[in-house]
């Protein structure tokens, strides 16, 4: 990767090409600061998620449907980072984008396949919160970890169509503009379709989630106050009410995760709306915004650790590399926790 030299000689992204984008102008200094910056994100976002997935898989303890959704999200977390923010990376620093018309299109289409597949993922863990808290008694024979694992593929499934119908259509990168010089990857979007993706990526789901969210706040605090009073007076709290306790708190640290992932979309589909998006590309304002859906695949393992005791937990037997001694796979990380 070459930086922008600071005097006024005009460059090109592809000198040897009559149709190549003129090359933006950064100082070696504010090149440096971005790729350092880029790099750390890239990498951390890669380790936090790989030591989620890692966690999910190898301790039996944590095969739940729950755990599952969670899983599924850290996937397309790390391959945000893994894919999406090194090329991103290179593309706003050098502000050219090296690799060509074809893998534009197919880098477009793996970044909308793993936003909508992370959106889905929280759709599908705000049904199994739902659940979970408003129907404790049903949950364990309507989510099964069978038919979480089925539900995430069919997610997967759905959004990879969604994107490949998103790509195949005309407006979605169209080369044969004018005004698209080689050395750009442009996302070119119509109205009709902006608002069309508005209503399948932001709103529905959105109205989804919160709606099912808010119902669980509802239940959850009913439930933790007949708790509390319980333990007031002195009553045998049984097995259940403990279990609903811990559900609710699971709860929380979801809902959480998904209020950090719409403040971090908002925005972005706002920007989507505006008449200029054809020309954003150069708008600090606009790079900051894009950003945040790239930083939302950090932040959920942080959200985890913070919250999560047996994340602490399975990190520790993972960094000190205990997952590799016999039967290890069979350890309790919540009794081992506590002991």
């Known amino acids: 990767m070459a930086y922008e030299t600071e005097d006024h000689e005009t460059q090109f992204c592809f000198p040897a090409i009559n149709t190549s984008c003129l090359k933006g102008r950064r100082s070696k200094y504010e090149y440096n600061i971005m790729y350092v910056f880029f790099s750390l994100l890239s990498v951390s976002t890669v380790f936090l998620n790989l030591l989620v997935i890692i966690s999910i898989s190898h301790f039996k303890k944590l095969h739940t449907p729950t755990n599952m959704l969670i899983l599924s999200l850290s996937v397309a977390d790390l391959l945000i980072g893994l894919i999406v923010m090194p090329l991103e990376a290179i593309n706003l620093t050098d502000m050219c984008w090296y690799f060509g018309d074809t893998f534009c299109r197919l880098f477009l289409l793996i970044l909308g396949l793993l936003l ?186 942080l959200i985890y650790a913070f919250f999560y005791p047996w994340f602490k937990m399975s990190v520790k037997h993972i960094l000190t590399l205990k997952i590799f001694q016999p039967a290890s796979s069979l350890v309790d990380v919540f009794t081992d926790y506590h002991s």
């Open 116 to 301: 909508s597949a992370s959106l889905s993922n929280l759709v599908l863990i705000a049904i199994d919160r739902y659940m979970a808290v408003c129907y404790p008694l049903q949950y364990p024979q309507k989510i099964t970890t069978t038919r979480t694992l089925a539900s995430i593929c069919l997610c997967w499934f759905c959004s990879s169509a969604y994107n490949t119908a998103l790509a195949g259509s005309r407006t979605y990168f169209d080369s044969r503009r004018i005004d698209v010089c080689y050395g750009k990857c442009t996302l070119v979007i119509s109205f009709a379709w902006k608002v069309t993706d508005m209503c399948f990526s932001l709103l529905f789901p959105c109205t989804v989630m919160i709606t099912l969210y808010l119902r669980i706040f509802y239940v959850a605090r009913k439930q933790i106050k007949i708790i509390n009073s319980l333990a007031k007076t002195g009553k045998v709290i049984n097995e259940g009410s403990v279990r609903r306790k811990s559900e609710s708190k699971v709860t929380l640290t979801l809902g959480l995760i998904v209020t950090v992932y719409l403040l971090c979309w908002i925005p972005y589909f706002l920007l989507s709306l505006s008449e200029n998006t054809e020309n954003v590309e150069i708008s600090s304002t606009t790079t900051i915004i894009v950003w945040l859906l790239y930083v939302n695949s950090a932040l959920n393992p």
